[in-house]
């Protein structure tokens, strides 16, 4: 009787086991055709940040005495940037330079800088307009802000997403497949350049004075990025 049970088992197994490989095999097959392609996404966007640096630098043969005329002029500069809250203000410190004359130092050179970022293009100017005659202006650019960018590529990657989803869309018909998955997308970054374009400043005392400074460049202008997507879509 056993035996005869153990029989009647057997053809329910060899069954059960046919009918999961069928399965499998439909399963793993369902997808006929796969197509890898990328596409990219180009936007012209406002610069919407601007930046400056400028500087004082004092000759002579006494370190501890330029250091501290450096110094005096800087922290004027630092006060009068106290006038305008909306104006980022940071100090990098001064710096020594040996002058040498024969293999023997014959004097020193202190140089000090201050830098500014502010999305208030009016206070920027008005604030570089203003500096005393022993400031110079280094550099004036321009780029987009940390925040803007962030907001632009959230929309770029819906925009990628849309693209590749017409993409998908073109094949599947030129295929005549039913449906379509898309697999391993990867996203891109916006492209890492920096978007700047330096203006220098003649490097000589006087920025007020100077004739370029009475021409600021205040118009930021446009700068165009891009930000590229790939993936691979499965046909069926």
């Known amino acids: 009787m056993k035996l005869q049970k153990y029989l009647l088992i057997l053809p ?19 997808y006929t055709s796969t197509v890898h392609f990328s596409t990219q996404v180009h936007h012209s966007i406002d610069k919407d940040l601007m930046l400056a640096s400028v500087y004082s ?24 940037a106290k006038k305008y809250p909306s104006i980022e203000v940071e100090a990098t410190g001064i710096q020594n330079y040996p ?30 307009s203003s500096l005393g005659e022993d400031i110079a202006l280094n550099s004036i650019y321009f780029s987009v802000s940390p925040e803007k960018m962030e907001k632009l590529e959230d929309e770029l990657t819906q925009e990628m997403i849309q693209k590749l989803q017409h993409k998908a869309e073109i094949v599947k018909k030129a295929l005549k497949a039913n449906e379509y ?52 879509a499965k046909f069926k």
């Open 12 to 30: 329910l197994m060899l069954t059960s086991v046919s009918s999961f490989a069928q399965e499998t095999t439909v399963s793993n097959n369902q």
């Open 99 to 128: 002058h040498y004359e024969k293999d023997k130092v014959k004097g020193w050179e202190a140089q000090g800088t201050i830098e500014f970022k502010s999305k208030d293009f009016k206070a920027m100017e008005k604030l570089l």
């Open 57 to 80: 630098r004092q000759t002579g043969k006494s370190l501890a005495q330029l250091r501290e005329r450096v110094s005096k002029n800087l922290n004027e500069v630092l006060a009068l």
């Open 181 to 232: 998955v898309l697999d391993d997308v990867k996203l891109g970054h916006l492209n890492d350049r920096t978007y700047y374009q330096p203006y220098m400043a003649e490097m000589s005392y006087g920025a007020k004075s100077s004739p370029q400074a009475n021409k600021l460049p205040i118009e930021p202008g446009k700068e165009t990025v891009e930000i590229q997507v790939s993936a691979t």
